[in-house]
Nanobody, 119 residues
Framework: QVQLVESGGGLVQAEGSLRLSCAAS????????MGWFRQAPGNQRELVAT???????NYANSVKGRFTISRDNAKNTVYLQMSSLRPQDTAAYYC?????????????WGQGTQVTVSS
């Protein structure tokens, strides 16, 4: 049973830092692309960052230079280090996984964790 369990969300002051973690189980983590998406009230869900099995990263323009995505294959865990947080970063953040091989191409989502940045 595939499960993505997030932790690290909460309330943080503007200009502060926060690290989100997503632990995957029941998955072929090492051959999957991992990512983080976010959704604020009234907005569409948007991509924040992705990291491939080979370590290639991609970031939304709004978070470049402030957020860092990383993965630890030994722990089946992906991280999102968030720095210089702004109130507009406030959103529900969702962990995402998609298998890279065509024979293992299902995608999965975490339950979402709330990040609130106060001014």
């Amino acid at each position: 049973q595939v499960q993505l369990v997030e932790s690290g969300g909460g309330l943080v002051q503007a200009e502060g830092s926060l690290r989100l973690s997503c632990a995957a189980s029941g998955t072929r983590f090492s051959i999957s692309t991992m990512g983080w998406f976010r959704q604020a009230p009234g907005n569409q869900r948007e991509l924040v960052a992705t990291i491939t099995s080979g370590g290639t990263t991609n970031y939304a323009n709004s978070v470049k230079g402030r957020f860092t995505i990383s993965r630890d294959n030994a722990k089946n865990t992906v991280y999102l280090q968030m720095s210089s947080l702004r109130p507009q970063d406030t959103a529900a953040y969702y962990c995402y996984m998609k298998g890279e091989p065509r024979w293992y191409s299902n995608e999965y989502w975490g339950q979402g964790t709330q990040v609130t940045v106060s001014s």
